[in-house]
């Protein structure tokens, strides 16, 4: 039997959220922007039309042979992504259009580790395009980070100009980040992001002859999204839900970045240790936690698969990182030792600011 509070508490839930983003958007409003006001508005109306639209159609949602057939043929189209010679060739089971959590401490890699991830499937797969919201790192240090990453096999990258490197490696390692198919964002509408993401979509098909476009998008990170609630992990919990609810209508990957909370629990192979919320667990299609272990000589990456809804969970991979780049993950159940030359920090020796970095790229 339907518990009509429930019904009634998810009504109330988005009309608030409606009326939370009107009232921002109408103290915003000045003489000077109101047309682009009145646009934004119509925005957040739509955005509401489409949130609240399960709750109209309900004739859609009767199983017959009609909608069984539709489903078939969407459940026989969804193809795996191409991970073929890549460093998470090992993972290419688990890598799927999902809601995808990647937990670890800070200063773990898990910038470097979904950025690496994320070239690396739209230089195998021609279909994908990529929506980068990095609310920790700046554009211009994602951008380097990711330059570096690509050029990881160039043995004289610590020594050549910056500028130079980006003109020399422009038309071949560089190449994916000059194809209009990778948009960075510093800041998140949360509001705002499914029409965002239709934008992409609807552009890469549009300006980039993309048949039916493939959307990859990253958050990071989950607690640092701007949210109206007062109790953060109430707060955290709504966006969780929210973001579940746009994944599954662009049947996209989307990869939320997630912070440990402070007390170290024995086995980092659980599901309690995300920061401020109790619902990723619950939205999360799968859970990926990083750990890294290292001393003066040995620096790994441990790789716990630690939920995973359509498969094997519980599985553990390895991988030695340098830099911001990950050698090959490789499926292991111990931890080998690995004897690493010493790396050359090129962190402080190229000089670089954020405008020399957007007219190379962006």
């Known amino acids: 039997m339907i518990d009509k509070d429930l019904i009634v508490d998810k009504e109330d839930y988005l009309k608030n959220e409606l009326i939370n983003s009107?009232?921002?958007k109408l103290n915003e409003i000045n003489k000077n922007n109101i047309d682009n006001s009145i646009l934004e508005i119509k925005n957040?109306?739509?955005?509401?039309s489409i949130l609240n639209e399960d709750n109209l159609n309900i004739e859609e949602n009767i199983l017959n042979n009609n909608t069984i057939e539709s489903l078939i043929n969407t459940i026989t189209n969804i193809k795996p992504y191409n991970l073929e010679n890549t460093s998470f060739e090992v993972l290419n089971d688990f890598i799927k259009d999902y809601l995808i959590t990647v937990g670890a401490e800070s200063s773990v890699g898990k910038t470097s580790f979904v950025s690496q991830l994320a070239l690396e499937i739209l230089q195998k797969n021609d279909n994908t395009i990529l929506a980068f919201y990095s609310l920790d790192d700046s554009k211009a240090f994602l951008t380097k980070k990711m330059i570096l990453q690509l050029i990881s096999n160039n043995k004289r990258k610590n020594t050549i100009d910056f500028a130079k490197l980006i003109n020399k490696h422009k038309n071949d390692?560089?190449?994916i980040l000059f194809s209009s198919r990778i948009a960075i964002f510093e800041k998140l509408n949360i509001y705002n992001l499914y029409n965002q993401l239709l934008k992409l979509k609807q552009n890469a098909s549009s300006k980039?002859?993309?048949?039916?476009?493939?959307?990859?998008?990253v958050i990071d990170y989950l607690q640092i999204i701007d949210h109206d609630s007062s109790n953060l992990r109430e707060?955290?919990?709504?966006?969780?839900?929210?973001?579940k609810n746009i994944q599954k209508k662009l049947n996209c990957m989307m990869i939320?970045?997630?912070q440990f909370n402070r007390s170290k629990e024995i086995n980092i192979n659980t599901l309690i240790r995300y920061r401020e919320t109790s619902e990723i667990e619950n939205i999360s299609d799968l859970c990926i936690n990083l750990e890294s272990i290292h001393n003066q000589e040995n620096y790994n990456t441990k790789l716990y698969i630690v939920k995973n809804k359509d498969g094997e969970k519980n599985k553990i991979f390895t991988s030695l990182r340098e830099g911001y780049t990950f050698n090959k993950f490789f499926e292991n159940n111990n931890i080998y030792t690995y004897k690493i030359p010493k790396i050359i920090s090129d962190n402080n020796e190229e000089s670089y600011n954020e405008e020399s970095i957007d007219d190379f790229i962006f």
């Open 256 to 258: 939320l970045l997630s």
């Open 44 to 48: 957040i109306l739509k955005e509401f």
């Open 22 to 24: 009107l009232r921002e």
């Open 173 to 175: 390692s560089l190449s």
């Open 208 to 217: 980039l002859n993309i048949k039916e476009p493939r959307i990859i998008v």
């Open 235 to 243: 707060g955290l919990n709504k966006i969780c839900s929210y973001l």
